[in-house]
């Protein structure tokens, strides 16, 4: 029986990576661009590619490398050679003992065994390689850079980064060779998303809507908050998605009140909220959300009162984002068009009025960029938006003496008159999640 092919992705052409690739190369010129791929983590577990390795060449195996040539335009991607023992078990994956086919599915110049990366890099003059930390399972940059920083804290701990052991590896590869950071191209290529990532990202942000509806559907008095989590797994799983794209906040009561719970043990109550913020990963990309509903199928007036005002500012911010306005520009129009709504609406407290017109007189609903990590890399709150940009509308309202927090999050793409909702599925309006809980 004749072996299968090995894996490879099929959500972007050749085309598309040698295109992310010749972009690297006009940006370091005669330097040479040197990208680790993520290791073996030894876990029954189905790997997971670091997004920066992925993004440049799309291939899923552990300890692969690639080596870009800013002279020549050329690509050489390493790979661990054949290993038939794995293959049997595990089924075929690209290796350097079939150069072709790697060559064919990649579009990458030559395929060689990851052996020969040393000799390769050993005149050279200029290397770029990353030294961000690179995101892979269910990490973004910010996450990862705060477990650095544990472990450089930790007197028993204190080992090196991949990222600097990969570096001092280049450099006794190279010795000559002058070190520089790879990581601000790759965050400013990555920050605008073509339209086939895009479209994964619909289908992320499809899947997301789709399990915070289910979950609504389902939440009563006396379910536990990881029950809503296990139903959204369900809608990823069965939709094919290869797992949680972060960690699931799933926060009822005053576990809202911590903006990034996850235990999601407690025991949901009559009269409480839940705030949920869970999405998949699909394909080395997620989405992100944030809806809060009442446990008990009905807001009560002060969460119709602070939720219901979110809700509305939020809308208004759907109707004005669009290109070539700054998020300064953009969240003063918003200001402006909310304050109406603000001054009409019946405040319980001072406290609640202070603090709404704390957040609409702030830039706090422009968030983090979504991408393949939900905290994802690059800038873009200083320049004009640009259509491609996709990022997290999260207006959010605090009240510290209640320890009150409020916040509705969408997903949204800048589109070259406006802006798309990519969790748009997820119901916004008060009474159109009472309906759907009172239909369940």
Known sequence: MASSQPHYQTDFPPGEFERRRERICQKIGDARA????????????????????????????????????????????YLPRRDAKLERSEGAQLNSSDPEYACSVTGVDEVKPIERLAEDIREASRIFTPCAPAEGREASRDTLLHARHQIESDPWDGRPSSEQWFRQKLAAAAPQAEFHDLSPVLDEMRLIKSSREIELMRR??????????????????????????????????????????????????????????????????????????????????????????????????????????????????????????????????????????????????????????????????????????????????QAPLEPGLVFALDPQLWVPDEELYIRVEDTVVVTPDGVESLTRLAPLELDAVEQLIAGH
């Open 34 to 77: 040197v990208v680790a791929g993520g290791p073996a983590t030894g876990a029954f577990d189905r790997f997971r590619q670091t997004n920066e390795f992925y993004y440049l060449c799309g291939v899923e195996v552990p300890h692969a490398y690639l080596m870009l040539n800013g002279k020549m335009r050329w690509t050489t991607l």
């Open 204 to 381: 992320a942000g499809r899947l997301t809507a789709q399990a915070v509806i289910e979950a609504m559907k389902i939440t009563q008095p006396g379910h536990f908050e990881f029950e809503l989590g296990a139903v959204a797994d369900y809608v990823y799983l069965r939709s094919g998605a290869r797992g949680p794209g972060y960690r699931p906040i799933i926060a009822s009561g005053p576990n809202i009140w911590n903006a990034h719970y996850y235990r999601n043990d407690r025991l949901m109550l009559a009269g409480d909220l839940v705030l949920m913020d869970y999405a998949p990963d699909v394909n080395c990309y997620t989405s992100d959300i944030g809806r809060m509903w009442p446990v008990d199928g009905t807001y009560s007036p002060v969460q119709r009162e602070l939720y219901g005002f979110v809700v509305e500012y939020h809308k208004v911010l759907l109707k004005l984002i669009r290109p070539k306005q700054t998020v300064a520009e953009l969240a003063k129009e918003a200001a402006v068009a909310t304050e109406p709504i603000w001054a009409e609406w019946a405040w319980s407290k001072p406290a609640y009025r202070e603090a709404a017109k704390k957040m609409i007189d702030s830039e706090v609903a422009f968030t983090h960029p979504v991408g393949m990590a939900v905290h994802d890399v690059g800038a873009y709150k």
